[in-house]
Protein backbone atom coordinates (compact mmCIF):
# COMPACT_ATOMS: atom_id res chain seq x y z
CA UNK A 1 0.00 0.00 0.00
CA UNK A 2 3.00 2.37 0.83
CA UNK A 3 4.78 1.38 -2.37
CA UNK A 4 1.83 2.17 -4.32
CA UNK A 5 1.23 5.61 -2.48
CA UNK A 6 4.70 6.65 -3.06
CA UNK A 7 4.25 5.81 -6.54
CA UNK A 8 0.87 7.40 -7.43
CA UNK A 9 2.07 10.51 -5.33
CA UNK A 10 -0.26 10.55 -2.39
CA UNK A 11 0.29 11.67 0.90
CA UNK A 12 2.17 8.48 2.32
CA UNK A 13 2.58 10.07 6.21
CA UNK A 14 -1.39 9.72 6.44
CA UNK A 15 -1.27 6.03 4.91
CA UNK A 16 1.23 5.11 6.58
CA UNK A 17 -0.07 5.70 10.15
CA UNK A 18 -3.92 4.28 9.49
CA UNK A 19 -1.62 1.05 8.01
CA UNK A 20 0.58 0.61 10.90
CA UNK A 21 -2.76 0.44 13.03
CA UNK A 22 -4.08 -1.75 10.64
CA UNK A 23 -1.01 -4.41 10.99
CA UNK A 24 -1.12 -3.73 15.18
CA UNK A 25 -4.91 -4.82 15.16
CA UNK A 26 -4.10 -7.74 12.88
CA UNK A 27 -0.74 -8.67 15.43
CA UNK A 28 -2.38 -8.28 18.69
CA UNK A 29 -6.19 -8.44 18.32
CA UNK A 30 -6.74 -11.37 15.41
CA UNK A 31 -4.73 -13.90 16.87
CA UNK A 32 -6.76 -13.63 20.17
CA UNK A 33 -9.72 -13.96 18.38
CA UNK A 34 -8.81 -16.74 16.57
CA UNK A 35 -7.92 -18.88 19.77
CA UNK A 36 -11.23 -17.29 21.61
CA UNK A 37 -12.97 -18.61 18.66
CA UNK A 38 -12.14 -21.80 19.39
CA UNK A 39 -9.80 -22.73 16.84
CA UNK A 40 -5.97 -24.73 16.90
CA UNK A 41 -3.32 -22.65 16.78
CA UNK A 42 -0.09 -24.56 15.29
CA UNK A 43 2.63 -23.31 17.31
CA UNK A 44 5.86 -22.44 15.23
CA UNK A 45 6.79 -20.90 12.51
CA UNK A 46 4.94 -21.05 9.36
CA UNK A 47 7.21 -23.38 6.85
CA UNK A 48 9.70 -24.21 9.33
CA UNK A 49 9.30 -27.89 8.65
CA UNK A 50 10.22 -26.74 4.48
CA UNK A 51 13.89 -26.42 3.68
CA UNK A 52 15.92 -23.47 3.59
CA UNK A 53 16.32 -22.24 -0.08
CA UNK A 54 19.75 -22.35 -1.56
CA UNK A 55 22.06 -19.29 -2.67
CA UNK A 56 21.14 -20.31 -6.84
CA UNK A 57 17.36 -20.32 -5.59
CA UNK A 58 17.65 -17.24 -4.33
CA UNK A 59 19.30 -15.59 -7.24
CA UNK A 60 16.86 -17.45 -9.64
CA UNK A 61 13.94 -15.72 -7.63
CA UNK A 62 15.61 -12.22 -7.34
CA UNK A 63 15.98 -12.06 -11.19
CA UNK A 64 12.80 -13.71 -12.13
CA UNK A 65 11.61 -10.65 -9.94
CA UNK A 66 13.63 -8.04 -11.08
CA UNK A 67 12.39 -9.07 -14.91
CA UNK A 68 8.71 -9.24 -14.12
CA UNK A 69 9.43 -5.91 -12.43
CA UNK A 70 10.56 -3.99 -15.39
CA UNK A 71 7.92 -5.60 -17.46
CA UNK A 72 5.61 -4.33 -14.57
CA UNK A 73 7.44 -1.14 -15.30
CA UNK A 74 7.13 -1.00 -19.30
CA UNK A 75 3.03 -1.68 -18.33
CA UNK A 76 2.82 1.14 -15.56
CA UNK A 77 1.54 -1.06 -13.08
CA UNK A 78 1.86 1.02 -9.46
CA UNK A 79 4.73 -0.31 -7.28
CA UNK A 80 6.54 -2.21 -10.16
CA UNK A 81 9.61 -3.80 -8.30
CA UNK A 82 7.09 -4.63 -5.37
CA UNK A 83 5.05 -6.84 -7.77
CA UNK A 84 7.20 -8.21 -9.92
CA UNK A 85 8.95 -10.01 -6.84
CA UNK A 86 6.14 -10.92 -5.02
CA UNK A 87 4.65 -12.60 -8.42
CA UNK A 88 7.92 -14.17 -8.98
CA UNK A 89 7.74 -15.88 -5.41
CA UNK A 90 4.50 -16.96 -5.35
CA UNK A 91 4.80 -18.55 -9.10
CA UNK A 92 7.91 -20.04 -8.39
CA UNK A 93 7.05 -21.82 -4.76
CA UNK A 94 3.40 -22.65 -6.09
CA UNK A 95 5.06 -24.40 -9.32
CA UNK A 96 7.40 -26.17 -7.04
CA UNK A 97 9.96 -24.73 -9.11
CA UNK A 98 11.89 -23.37 -6.35
CA UNK A 99 11.01 -25.23 -3.00
CA UNK A 100 11.62 -23.79 0.30
CA UNK A 101 11.56 -20.78 2.48
CA UNK A 102 14.10 -17.59 2.42
CA UNK A 103 16.92 -18.45 5.09
CA UNK A 104 16.50 -16.58 8.38
CA UNK A 105 19.11 -13.89 8.24
CA UNK A 106 17.78 -12.87 5.05
CA UNK A 107 14.55 -12.58 6.22
CA UNK A 108 15.28 -10.76 8.92
CA UNK A 109 17.25 -8.19 7.23
CA UNK A 110 13.98 -7.96 4.85
CA UNK A 111 12.00 -7.13 7.99
CA UNK A 112 15.00 -4.63 9.32
CA UNK A 113 15.09 -2.92 5.86
CA UNK A 114 11.08 -2.72 5.83
CA UNK A 115 10.55 -1.26 9.40
CA UNK A 116 13.49 1.35 8.51
CA UNK A 117 11.83 2.33 5.75
CA UNK A 118 8.44 2.53 6.98
CA UNK A 119 9.61 4.37 10.09
CA UNK A 120 11.42 7.22 7.33
CA UNK A 121 8.00 7.90 6.43
CA UNK A 122 6.78 8.63 9.61
CA UNK A 123 9.71 10.97 9.94
CA UNK A 124 7.46 14.13 7.99
CA UNK A 125 4.82 13.45 11.06
CA UNK A 126 4.08 16.71 13.57
Known amino acids: VLAIAADRKAAVAPIAVVQAVRLFMLVTVL??????????????????EQPVIGPGGLLLVLAFGLALGALFERLRIAAPILFGATV?????????????????????????????FIG??????P
Open 88 to 116: ASSLTHATGAIPGVVPPSVATLGFVLLGA
Open 120 to 125: ERFRTL
Open 31 to 48: PGAVVLLGHDVRPGLPGA
